[in-house]
């Protein structure tokens, strides 16, 4: 499924932050045609030098002011923790009846931070596109990045239902599906979806990194037993997860807990040699994977559709050889 041209749903879009998300969302606006024009800026003079070179905005701003100025889609796409400054700073700029939204892998910490400084008559509607890679920067986005993809929106309780279906439409435009729900509920839902997985590759990979009796060059080696499937995760941008981790601390504690007992029921049953326990779980599991790839939220292939190299080619062995040979 590609993007395909529409009716611009928006005039001018500001992007605060051309990370892979928001140079994504270029990419995919401009091939979507749901805006008119996009004005970017990023808070480093090379990501903005870089933004130029590849095209991505119309106009590229050295200030975050100045990016708001006029547009009636501003879209916040750093980490979110830098979310609540950036809101203080643009808040007096933003042009009434925009809509001002983020895309932040939390949102009660963005709700509780960005809210208080956008001023009345500007639409807020905080956003969670569930799409990325383990890359970053400009040079990481790609226009079909969000197709097939959700994406969460989280208003607040007395956001205005026609901008929060604007903003819906604009990220339909880019080919994602839209849910809304509140910021509490993502959170939590994103603490076992993502954060979770997340903490638990960056363990596991720590761990073997730290092992005294396994030497680096083995892990690395056999790294196709499981090992490298968690290292994609756990390649993820270090800022970015920091702030996600400090921002969700209660559900990801709360998912954390429960992690734990199945853990230690996990850890029992080995230990016991209980069999049945281990096998029951797992069936369970597999069937989990299977759902998914049903959603269509992965690939069916197996092996995540990897390529495999043709077999080496091996000299025909004695018996089979034939009369011409
Ligand atoms: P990224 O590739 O590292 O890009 C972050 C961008 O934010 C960079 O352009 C950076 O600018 C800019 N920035 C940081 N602080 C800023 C500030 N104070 N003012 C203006 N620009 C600022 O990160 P990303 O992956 O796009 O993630 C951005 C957001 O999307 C995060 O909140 C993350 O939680 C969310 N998200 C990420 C994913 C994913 O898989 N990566 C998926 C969904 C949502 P410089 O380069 O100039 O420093």
Redesign the pocket.
Known sequence: MTVTAGAPLFDRLAL????????SIARAARAAGAVRSIVA????E???RRVVELGLADRVVET?TAAVEGADLVIV????G??G??AREIGPHVAPGAIVS?????KGSVLRDMAPHIPKGVHFVPA???????????D??FAELFVNRWCILTPPADADPAAVERLAAFWRALGANVETMTAEHHDLVLAVTSHLPHLIAYTIVGTADELAAVTKSEVLKFSAGGFRDFTRIAA??P??WR??FLANKEAVLEMLGTFNEDLARLTRAIRRGDGELLFEHFARTRAIRRGIVQLGQDAAAPDFGRPHPALPQAPIPRPYATDTD
């Open positions: 605060i932050g051309v990370g892979l998300i928001g140079s800026t990023s808070r480093t090379a990501t903005r975050n796409s750093i980490p979110v830098q979310c400054a950036v983020d895309v932040g892998s939390v969670h596109p569930v799409a990325g890679t383990e890359f970053s920067g400009p990481a986005g993820s941008d800022t970015m702030d996600i």
